[in-house]
Structure formats: C-alpha cells, structure tokens
C-alpha cells in the first residue's frame, strides 16, 4: 500500500475512501456502481491494510472538495464553479480538481436541452431520424419526453419508442456528433441541468406513464404486434402490484372479487408485500376473509421468492385485463387518472 496520498492511484483512493467512510455508508455506495467495480473495489478494500493518517485524511480532503466543485458546477456552470474555487484555493488547485470532474461533465450529453420547453424542441428533432430522437429522448426528464412523444407521428411515436426500450451503449463519439448538432440549433438558448441514465426499458416506462391514452395504446399495440416480448416486458414494468395503492377502494374491492386468483394466492403475493400494499388489501376485504387470508399467510411459512412473483403477476394481470376493458381507473403520472 502506498505510503503518501501522491502515490495511490484511482483505485486505491476510492478503498481509501470506503474504508474511511465505513460499512452503512459504503455500502449505499455501492448501490450505484456496476458489478465489476464493485468487485474491483472489494479487492483493492482486502488488500489494504495499512491506512497512514494523513493518507486518510488527504483522501477525505479531496473528495470533499470534488463534491464542493460538482456542487458549484450545478448551480452556476464550470466559470461559476472555476470562480469559486480559485479565489477559495488558489488558481493551480481549482484547475486541478476541475480536471479531475472533467470526464464526468462530459459523460453527460444533452445537459444544455433538459430545461428547455418541450415545444420548442419538438420543432428542432422531430424530423431528425427515428434512431437519433431515441437518443435525445432517452437523457431528457421523464414529463419532458412524454409531451415530446405524444406530438409526434403515431407511426414516429412507435419506432421512437421501440428504439428508447433497446438502445444499450454507442459509442461517445457518434453520441458527441449528435450533441453538437443539436446545439448548434439551440445556441441561442440558455440550458442547463445534468444528464441521467441513457435509454433502455425503464426509461421508455416512464414516458408511457406520462403520455396521454392515445399515444400509449398507439404504441403497445404496434410493439405487441413486432415484438410481443419486449411489449410484455414493457407492460409488466408499467404497473407492479405495490401500485395497487394507486388504485381507489371501489376498484380494489372490484379485482379482489375477481376469479383470476383463489384466497391462498393473495396470501402468497401479499407475503413479498409492504406494510402499505396490506393495509390497502385488507382495508378493502371483509373481516372474514381478511382474517382467512392472515391464518393462511401464517400457515404457509417460508415461500420462495419465484412463487411470491408468479401470485403478484396473477393478480397484476387481472388488473391489465380489468383496465383493458375500462372497467378500472388507475392514476397515473401528472396526477391526470388515465383509463388504461
């Protein structure tokens, strides 16, 4: 283990680091990183096993002052931040913890559109490739998407969308060539706000959430059509039996009297639930049946995990098909109540 703080490289600071801020924290930490870091990291901890003091304090010092420049580059920009830095640690310092957080600002794309209004920027993407408006999409806020999408073609909303939920990784040059396109067009305006996670699933979710009615059955029902898969996979996502506390008490009372699902089914699927999802349930049975339900979770004892899922997704798919027929209302994003 390296003995001075100029020693130690990426690595080794970042176990520094971990060990010094210790488990509960490191361990939220690691809730962000990929498997492979964390593995790396987790060798580079086990390998340490001396920490000199002043070592873990010039670690500490660094980081605190990283966080500070991150902070400062939010509220007011690199010159801002620049600014700040210089006059509080002298121009050589600032320049060099700034040039640490390079990467990380320019792993961002897109920062300078996340605040700029949605309409305007319909008019600059919306007849640039299926392909690349995916892109653009994919790092802009949820709400802001949405009001995108729905303004587009019903045929462009489908190829949009389908390209967000399977867009992985490009490559950062083709991701920069697009950026500066579309900055170029928007110069004239004043953007700012960081990026988020590029595409996938998860993100195509959270737009259809938002989107009006038409807009989303538009596009499942053309993506049932060309990928039945990945549609499941959508909808499976877009409503998961923790959000059956979205749903009112009339509409409850209404699955539950369904014949999708028996009584030990609700007892499986409510074992892998939170105390909020219960109450909802039993709140919305009779007496009776509530207490038939709770005997019956006590008896069951330990269940495994695949079998709490496969008991959610029935009662799940009975809501799919109740909002289906508009027999159920569901308040979605906005807090606009959509009929599914």
Do not use: W
């Amino acid at each position: 283990m390296p003995t001075t703080l100029e020693e130690l490289g990426g690595k080794e600071k970042a176990a520094v680091l971990l060990i010094a801020l210790g488990p509960e924290k490191s361990a939220q930490i690691f809730k962000h990183l990929k498997e492979e870091e964390i593995e790396a990291l987790t060798f580079q901890i086990a390998n340490t096993t001396t920490i000199m003091p002043d070592v873990k304090e010039g670690v500490l010092n660094e980081f605190y002052q990283i966080c500070l420049a991150q902070q400062y580059i939010t509220e007011g920009g690199v010159t801002y931040a620049t600014q700040i830095l210089e006059r509080a640690l002298g121009e050589t310092k600032a320049k060099e913890i700034l040039n640490k957080l390079t990467m990380t600002i320019r792993a961002k794309p897109f920062e300078f559109i996340r605040k700029t209004d949605a309409s305007q920027l319909l008019n600059f993407i919306q007849n640039e490739h299926p392909q690349t408006i995916a892109l653009i999409l994919s790092y802009l806020k949820p709400n802001q998407a949405a009001q995108i999408i729905v303004d587009l073609s019903p045929e462009k909303q489908v190829e949009v969308a389908k390209r967000i939920a399977l867009i992985d990784r490009l490559q950062p040059d083709v991701i920069k060539t697009i950026e500066n396109q579309l900055e170029k067009k928007l110069s004239a305006m004043s953007m700012e706000d960081t990026g988020d996670d590029i595409g996938g699933v998860d993100t195509l979710v959270e737009i259809l959430n938002l989107v009006d009615r038409t807009a989303e059955k538009n596009i499942m029902d053309s993506l049932e059509t060309e990928d039945i898969d990945l549609a499941e996979e959508i909808r499976r996502k877009m409503f998961v039996f923790e959000d059956i506390t979205a749903l009112s008490g009339r509409d409850i009372q209404l699955v539950l009297r369904q014949q999708d699902f028996d009584d030990r089914d609700l007892a499986i699927a409510l074992k892998g639930s939170n105390e909020a999802v219960r109450n909802v349930i039993y709140a919305n049975l009779s007496k009776r049946r509530g207490a038939l339900i709770q005997e019956e979770m006590e008896y069951l004892g330990p269940v495994r995990r695949s079998e709490i899922e496969d008991a959610q997704q029935k009662f799940v798919s009975t809501i799919r098909r109740l909002q289906d027929s508009n027999e159920i209302i569901v308040a979605r994003g906005g807090g606009d109540e959509l009929i599914v």
